[in-house]
């Protein structure tokens, strides 16, 4: 949630995606992709920036 408790992100694993919701009208405002399989989302110390893991990572042929 961001600080001023106007959005929310939460991430979804099926679409590999992080959506935006916002809490006044409870609707997803944005979406964003976040690679294979996002588990979860963490906010930086500074409230700034919102990242989203992975347990997938690229394999070489």
């Known amino acids: 949630m961001t600080p001023d408790n ?15 919701i916002s ?3 409870n609707t997803v405002t944005a979406g964003v992709a976040a690679g294979l ?8 110390w500074d409230k700034r920036h919102v990242y989203s893991p992975t347990p997938v990572t690229a394999r070489s042929p």
């Not at 106007?6 to 935006?20: A, E």
């Not at 399989?37 to 930086?44: E, I, K, L, R, T």
């Open 37 to 44: 399989f996002p588990v979860g989302v963490a906010a930086s």
């Open 23 to 25: 809490t006044r009208t």
């Open 6 to 20: 106007r959005r929310v992100y939460v991430s979804d694993f099926s679409t590999g995606t992080v959506s935006v």
